[in-house]
């Protein structure tokens, strides 16, 4: 029987949060051609750790078995998401298996901790890569697939070019984050924009997906991210488009997982022409949340403020909406945030109770306001010297570690010292533990727009008015008028 075999070993990688290693542990991991199960012979590197341990609760009930390998073999067994390694001496081994037809488990927002597409399935890399809880500053792991003729594999993980197999370093960014590995029958595709290497892989689904046509989509939302300040903010983001969405628009699901480099996944209804993809709203949405370093899931409200705001931002910039459009939908949304604001909650109650109350729209909503806010304040404080974008240009060069989470309160505190004047933490000091959502009549009166009902319009003479043209002026990515009026 054909399998896949992920081998872990050492190596050097040039990307932040990567270091030389001196000590390496090296893991074989087969995986049948099925997809069912997996079988690992780990061997570490001078003194094994005293445990390994997972990021899924789904490991313990999908591992089969396990024992030492050298001097002699001993029973392994997981006790919870831990494992013991006592007893495994100096470069120890030990081998274990792993059943991916067990896991069932519904993730937050994420679906299954195993998903099948077709025939290519997307696992999470929690349910069967038992690793030592923390690398130290002298240890790493690199991962080499050694694939069946016609598979393909696609991880999170800086890939090593001159490798004889699939190589990919893991590093310790994000080490201990959700993460996930698809295997099967698709071709990884490289999405070059500036600053970054986009890494897409189309799973499969009935009827076959348009590659061709997804690559234009995600590169198009790429590229308009990637013009916020110049460059797309990581490196090498592993994205996957699963098709088989049971939903009349194009994307109706989409998140993203900020393991190793980060990725983004979006389910996609692949009956759907390439137009309605470029024109909608998710992808752009989901890479702006790589603007910002993994942030605290209390303050989630920024982290989905940011990405709904730049939705919409940078659609206008790239041409696909006008800048009346864009303000429109970002009224829209205040309007929703403040419809959903039943409870009369402080933005920080409503973002931890965000799951169990559905306070979706509020919290993204109220979100977008005070990043608006911030950038209208600092534009009118510089005579637009200074904008939101150029502080997420120098935050973007000192800060996007993904090993270290950030609190709203930091970034903003950073934002601060970038922009060398206080603006982004009064903001959050006035709105986060004040019940309701917030009132924009004097930003509204201040920018010239008017708020009419459902309907925005728009006054030149106001106070800040060029400062709201140049917040949805065209920028140096314009989408490709083809991509618009495109049928498939």
Known sequence: MSRIAVVLLAGSAFLPGFAAAERVHRYTVD????????????????????????????????????????????????????????????NGCIAYSVSLLHARKTRDHSGYAN????RDLVTEVGLWFWRPP???????????????????????????????VPTYRVGRGAYNRTSDAAFGRFRE??????GARLRLAVLNGKPAPDVEAMRRWIEDAARSVAAIYGRF?????????????????????AYVLRGGQGSAHFSVNQRRPLREYVEDWTAPHELSHLLLPPTDPNDAWLSEGIASYYQNVTRARSGVLTAEEAWQNIHAGFRRGR???????????????????????????????IVLAGDVELRALTDGRQSLDTVLDAFGRCCLDPDREWTAREI???????????????????QIDTPGFPDLTSLYGRLGLEGLGGKVAFRNDAPLARARDAIMAPGPYRTPRALLGAGS
Not at 340 to 363: E, F, H, I, P, S
Request: net charge negative; with cysteine.
């Open 339 to 369: 419809k959903l604001d039943t409870k009369g909650l402080t933005l920080a109650q409503a973002t931890q109770r965000m799951y169990r109350d559905n306070a979706y729209m509020r919290v993204y909503w109220q979100g977008a306001a």
């Open 31 to 90: 995986v049948d051609a099925d997809l069912a199960t997996l079988r690992v012979d780990a061997c570490f590197s001078g003194r094994a750790p005293t445990m390994l341990a997972v990021e899924s609760q789904e490991a313990t009930s999908a591992f089969v078995e396990g024992k030492t390998v050298s001097p002699q073999p001993r029973a392994l067994a997981p006790n919870g998401m831990e494992m013991s390694l006592r007893g495994v001496p100096e």
């Open 115 to 118: 998903r099948w597409t077709g």
């Open 134 to 164: 923390t690398l130290t500053a002298d240890e790493d792991i690199e991962v080499s697939f050694r694939l069946p003729e016609g598979f393909a594999v696609s991880v999170p993980w800086h890939p090593l070019a001159d490798a004889a």
């Open 233 to 253: 903010p990581v490196p090498e983001p592993q994205v996957l488009v699963l098709p088989g969405a049971p939903a009349p628009e194009p994307t109706p699901w």
């Open 189 to 194: 595709i490289p999405i070059d924009v500036p």
């Open 412 to 430: 903003f505190q950073r934002f601060d010292a970038i922009a060398g004047m206080p603006v982004f933490v009064p903001i959050l000091d006035a």
